[in-house]
């Protein structure tokens, strides 16, 4: 079983039935104390002949049902009550009070012997059950179950025979908790809203519908969920079928899990899942065999397969898809589970291609190596002082974190086989030579923003992203007649073994290397050109010297020749030129627009002022303007001092005079300038348009006063209305100066040439 089933019920036989409605060391004010005590006979008698049936169960339902609602009496209540029948509310169960003995004095409960009955139609049989019930009365006087003190448990409610509850029942620990189930057989629901089960245990089937609401289950058979029913926990030994469409929360089956609606955290088996149906969701799906996901709008997080994983919508073509290279149709042909990522140390010993003497060297050291470490040598110190890659080994050849697609694929795959963290994989090689590899850390996969880089880092190296600038320089390199020596690149590839590119030792000797490496445009590059471009781009993640030189001179080849066509695009491409001399006029006619119009005009305080004097009747309001300042104050004292202080300052500059004035570290007062209409502010239409609307004090600024002037018709100054004062004196500036350059320079227009131009 996946998760630890609960204790079997055939060790939970014996009188549990009579615990039903026991409640053991409870001392509530509005429960039942040492209920209830029952005519043992009689109920033994009542357990052997009826346990089989479906009409004992339900008699048992009854008894606790008739409990519940004797425990919510006060004492005018139970003194009222009569014998004879009471109501139990669930179809087929009646219940008749044959007895009630009120108690002699305050400290004695009464005791009510009853006998509850039921008939089962669908079992053509009938149960009868007498209780005697000793009952405290509620001290609430509505009754109730009131409130009190103390602690306890409910044994679980023992049902020895199949138990189909089909009325609307929640189960109540006095009147209070949830209670357990144990049923000798199968268990279904076929009414509405079943609530108030903590944890139900059946040796059979479980079918629940209609609602039903249980937190645990756990199942000798098969569990069925249906018409919106929920469970927390769900522990079969067969199968689960959720088909509910409610939000269930663990499910654990040694047999298969079907998931046809609804939504859920994790579902494990030893089995296969089948999820299907519209907006189905899971958080994590574990199985021992396949996973199938189906249907429109169905959402998995994490899928994890012993098997294959099959989408409905595999092998199904998307619609038309636009990206920055062109347009695509995308046809997904399977999928697999994320790896996370992974940390490793190495020993590495490289090999040459062509050369099977190195080769074999190579392979007789990294065994060796691979003995000592299986004997009991420290690895690290072996990788620092054999591994042949040295960036690594400085490191003890550890490695940075990655995950699939890093590396190449021989040691990927070597790599993620590891199954235990410190375990070591067996020698294996790859292009580069031969490594032992070991496992030291192990992530899963982390948030998207966490990978987003990565992600974008592997999309630029991809070939297929790379396709067009490939394309782009294959063509430069034809028409700039590209060459390049093949001999001095493997001379610079023979001092960088056993370096690093940013080894001071290799770049002091490939320095002193002057052969032409490659030419195009009759310009040469040579060696040391490399050497210097290298020593500012010296990371690469290869560790072969030929790779990393032919990786990084690639590059270098590509920067150059993208460089020297920039110093070349307006001599071959006209529209290209054009475009430029466009920038470049615009460029220029915005730094003279702007000294002389628009910079010039904000600058200008005085043309500013002399322009608004002149057209003072231009910026007339339609409505009144409140020209002033809210003050607010943090305290009395404050709100005192600011009054006076606004009386002697100067109104232009009150904001910053209070300031200066009352506020140190704490800010005592805020003053809010500004040029108000009605509408805008509500202390402002308070106190000046005289509002009726009630303003609520500020909790930490509560005193508030207002300081200004009303203006009715038109600004005071320019600075009232400067925004608009400046846009009008920037284009009474432009004017002006088109009329000077007008006058300075004559512009004579051609009328017959100016016939010939097409008009659209």
Avoid at 11 to 18: C, H, L, R, Y
Avoid at 521 to 539: E, I, L
Avoid at 582 to 593: N, P, W
Avoid at 688 to 717: C, D, H, Q, R, W
């Amino acid at each position: 079983m996946i998760k630890k089933f609960q204790p079997s019920l055939s060790s939970q036989k014996g009188i549990s039935t009579i615990l039903t409605v026991m409640l053991v060391g409870i001392v509530l004010s509005v429960t039942i104390l040492g209920t209830a005590y029952y005519i043992r006979a009689k109920q033994h008698a009542e357990v052997a002949n009826h346990a089989v049936t479906n009409a004992q169960s339900g008699a048992w339902i009854g008894v606790e049902l008739l409990r519940k609602y004797f425990e919510s009496l006060n004492k005018t209540q139970l003194d009222s009550l009569q014998t004879g029948s009471a109501t139990i509310g669930l179809s087929g169960i009646t219940a008749s009070i044959d007895t009630i003995t009120a108690p002699t004095n305050s400290t004695d409960p009464y005791q009510i012997i009853a006998t509850i009955k039921n008939i089962s139609s669908t079992s053509q049989a009938a149960s009868s059950i007498r209780v005697l019930y000793n009952v405290v009365p509620s001290t609430s006087s509505s009754g109730g179950s009131g409130s009190g003190s103390g602690s306890g448990t409910t044994s679980a409610m023992d049902i020895y025979s199949d138990l189909d509850l089909s009325g609307g029942i929640t189960f109540s620990q006095n009147g209070t908790g949830k209670v357990g189930i144990n049923v000798y057989g199968n268990f279904s629901t076929g009414g509405i809203g079943l609530k108030g089960i903590d944890t139900l245990t059946t040796t059979g089937d479980v079918t629940l519908d209609s609602q039903a609401q249980i937190n645990n289950i756990y199942s000798n058979g098969n569990v069925t969920l249906k018409g919106g029913s929920s469970a927390q926990l769900i522990s079969a030994k067969g199968w689960i079928d959720i088909k509910s469409g409610g939000t269930q929360g663990d499910l654990y089956a040694d047999k298969y899990i079907t998931i046809s609606n609804g939504s859920l955290n994790s579902a494990t088996t030893l089995s296969y899942i089948d999820v299907s149906g519209g907006g189905t969701s899971a958080k994590t799906l574990t199985a021992g065999d396949y996973v199938n996901v189906s249907g429109g709008g169905t959402t998995v997080d994490t899928i994890q397969s012993k098997g294959n994983v099959n989408l409905s919508t595999w092998g199904k073509i998307s619609n038309v898809v636009r990206s920055a290279f062109g347009y695509h149709l995308i046809k997904v042909h399977n999928k697999r589970n994320s790896l996370g990522e992974i940390l490793v140390s190495h020993i590495m010993r490289f090999t040459t291609q062509g050369n099977a003497e190195k080769n074999n060297a190579a392979k007789a050291k990294i065994d060796s190596l691979y003995q000592r470490v299986l004997a009991g040598d420290d690895f690290a110190k072996l990788a620092a002082e054999f591994s042949e890659d040295r960036a690594s080994a400085t490191k003890n050849g550890e490695l940075p974190w990655f995950g699939t697609g890093r590396m190449v694929p021989e040691f990927e795959t070597a790599a993620f086989e590891i199954k235990n963290i410190g375990d070591l994989s067996r020698p294996v090689q790859s292009a580069y030579g031969w490594h032992i590899i070991k496992l030291l850390d192990r992530k899963g996969l982390g948030s998207f923003e966490s990978v987003k880089a990565d992600i974008e880092r592997k999309a630029k190296r991809d070939e297929r992203a790379n396709f067009g600038q490939q394309a782009f320089l294959a063509k430069l390199k034809d028409e700039y007649k590209y060459t390049e020596n093949v001999e001095s690149a493997k001379e610079i590839a023979k001092l960088l073994e056993g370096k690093t590119l940013v080894d001071s030792v290799f770049q002091a000797e490939a320095s002193q290397l002057n052969k032409t490496l490659f030419m195009f445009a009759n310009k040469s590059y040579s060696q040391a050109d490399f050497v210097a471009y290298v020593k500012n781009n010296g990371y690469t993640d290869q560790t072969v010297a030929s790779e990393i030189v032919n990786e990084k001179l690639k590059q270098f080849v590509n920067k150059e020749l993208l460089a020297y066509e920039d110093t070349q695009l307006e001599k071959k491409y006209d529209d290209f030129r054009f475009l430029m001399n466009e920038y470049h006029d615009g460029i220029l006619l915005f730094e003279i627009s702007n000294n002389q119009v628009w910079e010039k005009a904000s600058k200008d305080t005085d043309g500013l002022k002399k322009y608004f004097k002149a057209h003072k009747s231009d910026y007339t309001w339609k409505e009144p303007h409140y020209k002033g300042y809210i003050i607010s104050c943090k305290n009395n004292a404050t709100f005192k001092m600011a009054k006076s202080l606004v009386r002697k300052s100067d109104r232009d500059s009150v904001d910053h005079y209070l300031r200066s004035r009352l506020n140190d570290s704490i800010q005592y007062v805020k003053v809010e300038k500004g040029l108000f209409v009605k509408g805008e502010n509500k202390v402002i239409d308070k106190e000046v348009f005289k509002s009726k609307e009630k303003l609520a004090p500020s909790n930490e600024y509560p005193f508030v006063f207002i300081s200004g002037k009303m203006l009715k018709k038109t600004p005071e100054n320019y600075t009232d209305v400067r925004g608009l004062v400046t846009a009008d004196y920037q284009e009474f500036l432009e004017k002006e100066w088109i009329k000077a350059l007008r006058a300075k320079y004559k512009v004579i227009v051609d009328q017959n040439v100016l016939k010939t131009v097409k008009k659209n």
